[in-house]
């Protein structure tokens, strides 16, 4: 299944652009991009509460998880808040570090949101299928993230 990222990024924008609040745009974005990429099948925003230092789950779209609270560090969510850096996980059965959010989750990429610098946030993308994700999407998902990123 071939996916038009250049097409998403340009729906990316209008949803950025639409004058509708943070949580709107995020919800809205997780919903597009789980409908129109086949292989994402979990989408959801973790976003950074400076207070107590962990990452508080924000929209997302798909089955409900029990991980609302992940502090810096543990699980790849939190590697990723606490590296700054993109990760791909192909296979969650050979991530020591895992937090199984369902049984059906094969693989998992995490693309942090970034603010001056500064980590605020990240998406967190599950698939059921081992080793879907491609230099293609960490690329795609970079941008999101980057336009995602003035609005924090």
């Known amino acids: ?7 998403l990024l340009q729906e990316i924008d209008s949803i950025v652009t639409s004058g509708a609040t943070l949580g709107e745009i995020l919800q809205n974005t997780c919903k597009l991009l789980k ?3 086949y292989h994402y099948d979990w ?3 973790y976003i950074l509460e400076e207070r107590t230092l962990n990452l508080v ?3 997302f779209y798909g089955k409900p998880t029990e991980h609302t609270i992940i502090p810096i560090g543990k699980g790849v969510c939190g590697q990723v808040a606490k590296n700054k850096k993109l990760k791909t996980v192909q296979n969650v059965c050979l991530e020591s570090n895992y937090i199984a959010c369902s049984i059906d989750v094969q693989s998992e990429i995490v693309v942090p949101i970034l603010k001056d610098g500064k980590f605020v946030a990240e998406i967190d993308i599950d698939s059921h299928s081992v080793a879907p994700f491609t230099v293609e999407d960490e690329n795609f998902l970079t941008s999101v993230c980057q336009k995602l990123s ?3």
């Open 35 to 37: 409908t129109k990429v």
């Open 43 to 45: 989408v959801g925003f």
């Open 57 to 59: 789950l924000g929209p």
């Open 1 to 7: 299944m071939n996916t038009d990222y250049f097409k």
């Open 150 to 152: 003035g609005l924090f």
